[in-house]
Nanobody, 119 residues
Framework: QVQLVEHGGGLVQAGDSLRLSCTAS????????MGWFRQGPGKEREFVAG????????SYAESVKGRFTISRDYGQTTVQLQMNSLKPEDTAVYYC????????????WGQGTQVTVSS
């Protein structure tokens, strides 16, 4: 059974950094791609960053490239999102998600963690 739990959200000021973590159970192998998504107030949920377990390749939304970094620990049970130079427009609920390799859809989702960036 796949379970994802996010940690690390909070209230920060513009320019600050924040690190989100996602504890994942049931996806500790290279058959899943992990992703971070976010949904801002009044906005659609959008992709932020993605990484396949066991591989070094990553992908990012244009809006966060150069500021956010997705990584996983060597035990492959935790996925992090390091967010630097935060902007007010980064304010959103951030979700950790997992999809089986070969599937077009992210099928498993965490409950989300709020990130608020004040100007």
């Amino acid at each position: 059974q796949v379970q994802l739990v996010e940690h690390g959200g909070g209230l920060v000021q513009a320019g600050d950094s924040l690190r989100l973590s996602c504890t994942a159970s049931g996806v500790t192998n290279s058959n899943y791609r992990m992703g971070w998504f976010r949904q801002g107030p009044g906005k659609e949920r959008e992709f932020v960053a993605g990484k396949r377990y066991g591989f070094s390749s990553t992908s990012y939304a244009e809006s966060v490239k150069g500021r956010f970094t997705i990584s996983r620990d060597y035990g492959q049970t935790t996925v992090q999102l390091q967010m630097n130079s935060l902007k007010p427009e980064d304010t959103a609920v951030y979700y950790c998600a997992a999809r089986p390799v070969g599937s077009p859809d992210y099928k498993f989702w965490g409950q989300g963690t709020q990130v608020t960036v004040s100007s």
